[in-house]
C-alpha cells in the first residue's frame, strides 16, 4: 500500500508570489489535515478535509486555504508569499471512519520564501 | 485550549539503556486520544505508540510504552534497550474526540533523544 504522498518535495518561492502544495493520501483514506513546521512555532495545525469538507481550522490567516478532491487528494494554497511562511509543511492522511485514529504522514513539502 | 507541555529539550541515552520523555497536557475533555511520534532527520513523522483516555492499561509497542495517568494529565514515554535508530525528535501529541470524528492533532515542542554507542 503506497504511503502519503507530498509534491512538491522542495520549492523555493519569492515573497508575494503564491504557492500550491499536493498531497496524496492513503488509498482508502478520506482525512486529510495539514500542519506547518517551523523552528519558531513547532508544529502547528492548519486544517483538515474529510470527503471534501474542511472540517476543522486551525488559527492561521486567510492566506492560507485548501480544498479536497473527491479522490480524497488535497491541495494548499498560500497566497502573498511572506518570509515568515518559510517552513516545512506537512500533510496527514487518517483512517477511513473520520474517527480520531493514528495519523500517516507524508515526508513533507519545504518550502523557502526569499 | 488543549495544550501539550514537554519539559524536556534534549535527552542523551546510552545504547542499551532505558530512557523516559515526559509529557504534560491539558485538556478539559474526557475521551481523547494521545501520541507519540519520531522525527527522524529524514523528517518523516512517524508513529510511535498511542493511547486511548478511557483505556486504563498502558500501551506497549515492543521497546516502546507508555505510563498513562489520566488524572495527572501526564503521558510518558518509556524506550528500553535503547537502539542508535532511536535518535530522533520525538513528539507527544493530543487529540479529542468530540463530535465522533476529528483528527485535529496538538503537538508538544518536542524532545530531541540522543543515543550514545
Known amino acids: 500500500k503506497a504511503g502519503v504522498t507530498q509534491t512538491p518535495r522542495y520549492l523555493i518561492k519569492t515573497r508575494g508570489q503564491q504557492v500550491t502544495l499536493s498531497c496524496s493520501p492513503i488509498?482508502?483514506?478520506?482525512?486529510v489535515s495539514w500542519y506547518q513546521q517551523t523552528p519558531g512555532q513547532g508544529l502547528q495545525f492548519l486544517f483538515e478535509y474529510f470527503s471534501e469538507t474542511q472540517r476543522n481550522k486551525g488559527n492561521f490567516p486567510g492566506r492560507f486555504s485548501g480544498r479536497q478532491f473527491s479522490n480524497s487528494r488535497s491541495e494548499m494554497n498560500v497566497s502573498t508569499l511572506e518570509l515568515g511562511d518559510s517552513a516545512l509543511y506537512l500533510c496527514?492522511?487518517?483512517?477511513?471512519?473520520?474517527?480520531?485514529?493514528?495519523?500517516?504522514f507524508g515526508q513533507g513539502t519545504r518550502l523557502t520564501v526569499v | 485550549a488543549q495544550t501539550v507541555t514537554q519539559s524536556q529539550p534534549e535527552m542523551s541515552v546510552q545504547e542499551a539503556e532505558t530512557v523516559t520523555l515526559s509529557c504534560t497536557y491539558d485538556t478539559s475533555e474526557s475521551d481523547y486520544y494521545l501520541f507519540w511520534y519520531k522525527q527522524p532527520p529524514s523528517r518523516q513523522m512517524i508513529l510511535v505508540i498511542r493511547q486511548e483516555a478511557y483505556k486504563q492499561q498502558n500501551a506497549t509497542e515492543n521497546r516502546f510504552s507508555v505510563n498513562f495517568q489520566k488524572a495527572a494529565k501526564s503521558f510518558s514515554l518509556k524506550i528500553s534497550d535503547s537502539q542508535l535508530g532511536d535518535a530522533a525528535m520525538y513528539f507527544c501529541a493530543y487529540c479529542a474526540l468530540y463530535g465522533g470524528a476529528t483528527n485535529k492533532l496538538i503537538f508538544g515542542t518536542g524532545t530531541l533523544l540522543a543515543v550514545q554507542p
Open positions: 488509498s482508502g483514506h478520506r482525512s
Open positions: 496527514a492522511s487518517s483512517g477511513t471512519t473520520g474517527v480520531a485514529t493514528e495519523a500517516f
